[in-house]
């Protein structure tokens, strides 16, 4: 009985982890690339004030696209 | 350009499978060429791409121009590629190819630009006294017997 309750556990114990990595890897992922004309590059990942303000564009856009 | 645009993406669609939507439009916002059916959706995407543009210009605006931006969502990436003369946006699905992409979106936008003008080939100036002469005729030639070699 014990054992048993014990691998349930562990089971649901392993998918939320599996869950919860997946998850913020796909958070992880979000990110802002700038590109200038001289060349350089300014990457702004999920978190950061100038991200803040292109994420949520960006997700507008995709929701517009993808509309039926 | 309306046709160059719309062949342009077809192109870019054929092209890259990655690509979801695309909408080219001009220094002014007016939209020159789309993947959407609709010409509300099209301009509904060039207005917010222009939007997304403006907002990361601000970021940075102390940065030499921006000529490139990508965005990347959990639900897919936007991206956004300009020129002198017009701006191309692009949505895609998440886990995009960052480089394709934006190679196959500037070929594309390169493909906008007008040949540059070549020399013209002269053309002959007509007057009014110019189109009432008649052309001259060449002078009849006078036929003479052809005479034999080994004629005595």
Known sequence: MRRSVAAILGIVGGLLAGAAFIRRRAVKRERADLYFADGSMLSLTNGSPGADRLLPKAREILRQVQAP | MIVDAQKALADLTEISSQIQAAVVFDSKGKVVGSTLAEPSRADALAKSAAELLATAEQIEAARSPLTQVEVATAEGSVFVVRDEQATIAATTGSNATVGLVFYDLKSALRSLKPKPAGRKPATRKTTAAAKK???????????????????P
Do not use: E, H, L
Request: hydrophobic letters at 15%; a positive charge; zero cysteines.
């Open chain 2, 133 to 151: 002469t008649t052309p001259k005729k060449a002078p009849a030639r006078k036929r003479t017997p052809r005479k034999k070699p080994d004629a």
